[in-house]
């Protein structure tokens, strides 16, 4: 089982280009079951001896450990890709997983900032430092272009076009989009950039080298981005729940209260499926439904 598994792990980072944090959350869910088997059973089994029934001892397992529906539902998203190379490599003939069902999931809007309180975030850091330009910078960028905070922090001086004002952005999979910025969010990455100081062995990467440093020049990590957000949140007395992803939940709000079509929304922010998109069509119409009762006179 071990073995099939580094396989497969090798086979993602190789055949299929996935991302760091995709081959870490595969193994993750794959070596958990391994671990679960070998307390249960005492041993390793091999992938062509598990039944449908091992499979639904591992999933009960995880939900009386207080597991989410949603880390349940991945963990048996992961057992299934594995089983379907295990397959094709001939280490497995069935695929034990498939007969399993997810979790029903409780459908749950995501948290979105209104229009003032992103420009209270927005105005937060200090305009006198280099520090609060590149938070600005980083905000405004965000917010303009929808990106995860993984994308943020992935991007090259390369992938900027400030004439056009559009960046190149490396998605889940290593995909690639173009995203446009708006005239904020240039204005800010021109000022930070003015001022941006980065360590020479990032400075010799030259067009390579990371937009976003830290004070010692060198690449922002996914954390330091997160602790720069809880600071800017606390300042303008915002919901603490907010996190970087709040900036993409309201950046394709917005798009489609300001009347954007689905199918734009989700190629501006990379989503493989349109159902992805939806959840934010129920926010949208959420936030329409707490307007009227607000506005209309006979709506309660």
């Known amino acids: 089982m071990r073995s099939g598994i580094a396989q497969f792990l090798r086979y993602l980072a190789t055949e299929r280009n996935a991302s760091d944090l995709t081959i870490k959350a595969y193994r993750e869910d794959l070596f958990g079951l391994v671990d679960w088997l070998e307390t249960s059973y005492g041993k390793t089994p091999r992938p062509d001896s598990l039944s449908p029934q091992d499979l639904r001892g591992f999933q009960a397992a995880l939900q009386d450990a207080g597991y989410a529906r949603t880390t349940i539902a991945r963990k048996l998203a992961s057992l299934r890709s594995f089983y379907r190379f295990a397959i094709r490599q001939g280490i497995a003939t069935d695929n034990p997983a498939k007969p399993l069902r997810n979790p029903r999931q409780q459908r749950k809007l995501p948290l979105v900032l209104s229009t003032t309180e992103i420009g209270r975030l927005l105005s937060t850091p200090p305009a006198n430092e280099t520090a609060g330009l590149r938070d600005r910078a980083i905000l405004e960028t965000m917010y303009s272009a929808g990106l995860r905070v993984s994308e943020l922090v992935g991007l090259r001086d390369g992938d900027l076009d ?139």
Do not use: C, W
């Open 162 to 300: 400030e004439a056009e004002q559009i960046v190149r952005v490396r998605g889940k999979g290593r995909k690639e989009r173009i995203s446009p910025l708006g005239s904020y969010a240039i204005k800010a990455i021109k000022r930070y950039r003015s001022k941006r100081t980065r360590h020479p062995q990032t400075e010799s990467l030259g067009r390579q080298a990371s937009v976003f440093v830290n004070r010692f020049g060198r690449i922002l990590t996914t954390r330091s981005v997160g602790r720069m957000l809880e600071k800017h949140i606390a300042a303008a007395g915002l919901d603490s729940r907010i996190s970087p992803h709040t900036l993409r939940h309201s950046f394709a709000t917005h798009l489609l209260d300001g009347g954007a079509d689905i199918r734009s929304v989700q190629e501006l922010l990379g989503h493989k499926s349109l159902a992805t998109t939806q959840i934010y069509t129920h926010v949208s119409t959420a936030n329409l439904r707490r307007v009227y009762e607000r506005a209309h006179p006979r709506a309660r």
